[in-house]
């Protein structure tokens, strides 16, 4: 497995790390034991970062995580950790909470439910707005002191908020939406994180799925899932985005690849300081994803790829309008960009 470094500072994991949200949450009905077998599989493999959210099916994810763990080298094992977003019974998203003793409280609820005495990356999953990033990043600072934490984190902030958490305490990682249907980043998130040597963790390589090349107008899409409601899956937005993956499965094609390995393989291409984070929930898709890591992309591949999909290409916004307007990453651009 071809590693990387997490920040300028480490700590060094796999090149791609295995997000589990969706073996919990968002999308739909998720089957346990094979998420279990799939986060066995990368390990197996070599993978080296798991990433969850306490509040992926409310403390499930962890759990889940807990058990697969069992008997495995948990040293060996970068977890990271996201908290803040607050959930009621139903699974309705009902506010965050930055503040410092929501964040003592959290980590210990996660360290628990993990069955660990760290998390190796502890961040906020959204800002919180009432509560100054300072306060928040103060609190896990306390708690990388105390040995419960080894780097902090950042998650969906904007660039500003990265300098002020940053001066602070070292942040280790931001973890954004990056793909070839995401590409905000470029113009000033990526540069500062750069500038102060923090990394970058790249969520929705795939776009949800969407640039996978196993979606389709006809796919099923059960209850609960994200996929439902997000924009760039409705109406003529999704034919818009599927004729871009059509394009994109022709220069895949030309690379015996396919979409979904050309998708990650651009990421991974975008920089030493991005670690994509794959979404697989089943083993076929964690072993097609792993196989992203074989693609070689040369400057005529790369130049193909852009022109298949030119940055701004997406139809529709990545997350609904209320949660967009909830996102410090987008405060400041147009509507809808
Ligand atoms: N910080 C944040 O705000 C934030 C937000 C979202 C996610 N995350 C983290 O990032 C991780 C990845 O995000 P994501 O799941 O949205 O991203 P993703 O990897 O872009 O999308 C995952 C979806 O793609 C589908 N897919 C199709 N082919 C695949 C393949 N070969 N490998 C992997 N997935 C394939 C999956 O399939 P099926 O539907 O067929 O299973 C799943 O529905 C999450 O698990 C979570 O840990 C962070």
């Known amino acids: 497995m071809i590693t990387r470094s997490l920040s300028s500072a480490g700590p060094v994991v796999s090149s791609i790390g295995l997000g589990c949200m969706g073996m919990s949450d968002f999308y739909g009905t998720a089957d346990e034991s094979e998420s279990i077998a799939t986060i066995h599989a990368a390990l197996d493999a070599g993978i080296t970062l798991l990433d969850t959210g306490d509040y992926y099916a409310a403390g499930h994810n962890e759990l889940l995580i807990s058990r697969a763990l069992r008997g495995r080298d948990r040293d060996g094992v970068a977890i990271s950790v996201k908290f803040g977003l607050m959930r009621a019974p139903d699974g309705a998203v009902v506010g965050v909470d930055g503040r410092p003793p929501a964040v003592k409280n959290s980590l210990a609820y996660s360290l628990r439910r993990l069955g660990t005495d760290h998390v190796d990356v502890y961040r906020l999953g959204r800002l919180d707005p009432s509560v100054p990033i300072e306060e928040t990043v103060g609190a896990i600072a306390e708690m990388v002191q105390a040995g419960f934490v080894r780097l902090i984190g950042l998650s969906e902030v904007g660039a500003a908020t990265v300098r002020r958490a940053h001066a602070v305490h070292t942040i280790g990682d931001l973890q954004i939406e990056y793909s070839l249907l995401s590409r905000d980043i470029e113009a000033e998130i990526l540069p500062t994180c750069r500038e102060l040597g923090v990394g970058v ?12 090349g196993h979606w389709s107008r006809g796919r099923d899409v059960t209850q609960g899932d994200f996929r439902n409601t997000a924009p760039r899956f409705s109406g003529e937005n999704l034919d818009r985005n599927l004729s871009l993956v059509d394009a994109l499965r022709a220069v895949a094609d030309a690379k015996s690849a ?10 991974l291409h975008r920089g030493e300081d991005i670690v994509p984070l794959v979404g697989a929930r089943r083993r076929d898709r964690l072993a097609e994803a792993l196989g992203a890591l074989e693609v070689r992309l040369s400057t005529d591949d790369l130049a193909a790829i852009e022109r298949a999909v030119p940055p701004g290409a997406a139809a529709g916004s990545r997350y609904q309008e209320a949660q967009m307007a909830a996102l410090d990453s987008e405060r400041g651009k147009p509507a809808g960009s």
């Not at 963790?201 to 996978?212: F, I, K, P």
């Not at 396919?258 to 651009?266: E, G, L, P």
């Open 258 to 267: 396919t979409v979904a390995q050309i998708a990650i393989a651009w990421v």
């Open 201 to 212: 963790t790249a969520y929705g390589v795939l776009s949800r799925g969407l640039l996978s």
